[in-house]
């Protein structure tokens, strides 16, 4: 297939033994500019662990150039703003022991992750809108969502309704962490919807069709796409509070007993936690509140503490 767009490098730097980090984008436009355009950018690999993000970006590059004459707009597209991670199936930065999604917004004469991760805020400064597309980890699976902080939802909720997705969690403003990349673009007035679907180190088709089936459904409303596009899914919307939590009051291998994204009764079972050297179940989980299951554990192995489910607080069908 023939490749349009320009690849451009966001940020490079040097490494030990004559290697650089390089953080790269693909830029698609029309051929022609009027000065006017709407620019929008997809942003994933923050964390090197998590890939749902790589098979949307090649899904967006892909129905665009395959649809040129459809763009109307400015797409911006960073598959790896941690390539290291990815390169390495590293959550954080290798060498250097951080997470980047920590570290933001960056000094530009700071340390080498501090330098790109000023660089990369520089260089999405200016745009219209921001997806910021995560995928969980390996220890949990989320359903497609897009979360937002409660002080800038006037201005995001009509974004994150429209990505084709099955929930909005619009969460406190104390639970933001101010050194994510969300929240340094939301700060600097570009407006940022994180997106978290699926698990770590894993690809859920499903999940990556639906999210851009959404991307192009908003890249229409904003003017950047005149092809046609879907009817997006309605999400459930909801406000922090109506989330129930259910933790691990016991280590051991956990092994759920119903399906994600389903009902639940408050009270209901939804795993053990069995001990492995004795034979013995170790606690009975059960559902904290009544209520749809929408966050599940992934990875067997838990500790005291380790987050088994979300639940969201309602009557759902």
Known sequence: MKKDGIIKTVVSVGLPVDERLRVMKHVLQPDTLSGDEKRICIVTGTHGDELEGQYVCYELNRIIQEHKECLKGIVEIYPALNPL??????????????????????????SVAEHVAAKIIQDISGADLCIDIHASNIFLREIPQARINVNVADRLLGFASRLNLDFVWIHAAATVLEST??????????PTVVVEMGVGMRITESYCHQLTDGIFCVMKDMGIWDGEVIEPKKPIISEDGEVGFANANAPGIFVP???????????????????????????????????????LREYPVVSCGSLIARVLGGDFT
């Open 85 to 110: 991670g990815v390169d390495t199936i590293s959550r954080g930065i290798p060498m250097f022991d951080l997470d980047m999604n920590r570290i933001f917004p960056g000094n530009e004469e700071g």
């Open 181 to 190: 990349l969300a929240h340094s673009l939301n700060s600097i007035g570009v």
């Open 257 to 295: 007993c119903v399906e994600h994204w389903r009902n639940v009764e408050e009270g209901q079972l939804i795993g053990r936690i069995l001990n492995p050297l004795d034979g013995t179940v170790q606690e009975m989980v059960k559902s904290p509140i009544h209520g749809m299951l929408f966050t």
